[in-house]
Every structure is written in C-alpha cells, then in structure tokens.
C-alpha cells in the first residue's frame, strides 16, 4: 500500500540507520558462554525478550547467561560480545537523515536494550551528535526496552501511533524484518521491507515518495 500524503516516517534503527551483524555478537556469546547463541534464540528467548522490553535489568539478564552457561563466563566478558553486533552509522546516513528530517516528522522504533542503547549514545556522542539525534533529527525515539512492547507485536506499532497522534495511512514505516513490516500494514501503515545488502536507503525512500 502506498500513499501521496505521507507526512511521518518511522525507521527501525538495526541494519536500517545503523550497521549490524548478528552473526558477531552470536559467535562471541558462544564462545564466552560455551552454549549454542544464534539469532533465532536471541530474537524469541524468553529471557531476551524480557531484557528487550524492560521487564529485567541488565544485571539479571547477564547473571542468567552466567548461570545457564557451560564455561566459566564473567560479566565483563559477556558485555562487549553482546555489544559486538553493533557496527556503526554511515556518513551518508547521517547526512541523508539531515534532509529527510527537515521534510517529515521522523521517528525511531526499534526491538533494542538499555546495553544496547547506552552503547549507541555513547557512539553517537563520540562519531556524531547525541543531542542532533534525538533534538533535530527525530521527534521521538521508541525503544522497546523503554516502552515495554516489542515489534512484531501490534500493540508496538498502536502505541507510536497514540502517543504521536499520528494517522496510520499519513505514516510510512521501513525496516529490515518481513514479520514486523507485516504486522504494521495490518493496521493501515505504509511499509518497506529494506534489505541493506541489496539497497541504498536514500534511493530506496525517494522512489517511494515520489
């Protein structure tokens, strides 16, 4: 479904704004842990779910990775492998969000955690602006963690549109998973599944609000 009035663009943040590799933070947390971490397991545990949604601190979640674990795995050596998916924004990412903000309201949706995210404001601290990325850039940045709902969940998307008095067909949302791009059109949000590999984001978006 497309519309002509798009007014409001929500992106997911992971392989869409920012770079990530699953495969990384898995093959440390095997390696620390001596179990068996894949995507699936870090996308439908239950324990990773919980962290994702603020149900548990980061404390709890780690000291159930160290009780469940085969090896003698330490805190400090489990944070920087969970952190090690994390890559980085491209310039021309950044510059593109610059535009892109100055013609719709945009905001950020994404399944993430207070690790996660106190990683992340430090990077953008460090490479960009903490204070461009949620002052000018966006209007609002959803965080699982921080909302206590987690995409595919329909909910997820329901409470973006109530807390920003946003109009589904008005609103267009791009991620890089099929089952969270499914769930948002069921309520009549515009979506693009991107896949990073294979497209540019800049292109890919200006094609669409033609």
């Not at 609103?171 to 069921?186: G, K, P, Q, R, V």
Request: glycine content about 4%; charged content about 25%.
């Amino acid at each position: 479904m497309k519309s002509n009035r798009i007014k409001n663009i929500i992106f997911d943040l992971g392989n869409v704004l920012l770079d990530i590799d699953y495969s990384l933070t898995a093959k440390r947390l095997s390696e620390v842990t001596g179990l068996d971490i894949n995507r699936s397991l870090m996308d439908h545990g239950e324990t990773f779910n919980k962290f994702e949604t603020g149900k548990i601190p980061y404390v709890v979640f780690f000291n159930y990775l160290t009780k469940i674990s085969v090896k003698t795995a330490l805190i400090n050596d489990m944070l920087p492998a969970w952190n090690a998916m994390l890559l980085e924004i491209q310039p021309s990412t950044w510059s593109f969000l610059r535009s892109i903000s100055t013609q719709y309201n945009c905001y950020i949706l994404s399944n993430t955690n207070e690790t996660h995210i106190q990683w992340f404001d430090h990077y953008l601290q460090k490479h960009f602006s903490k204070e461009e990325w949620y002052n000018e850039l966006f209007k609002k940045c959803f965080y699982s963690h921080e909302i206590g709902l987690r995409k595919p969940d329909r909910y997820c998307f329901e409470y973006v549109l109530n807390n920003e008095g946003l109009i589904a067909s008005e609103t267009l949302f791009i991620d890089d998973t099929l089952e969270n791009i499914e769930s948002a059109i069921t309520l009549g949000i515009n979506a693009i599944h991107f896949d990073r590999k294979s497209q540019d984001l800049e292109s890919t978006l200006q094609n669409y609000l033609k």
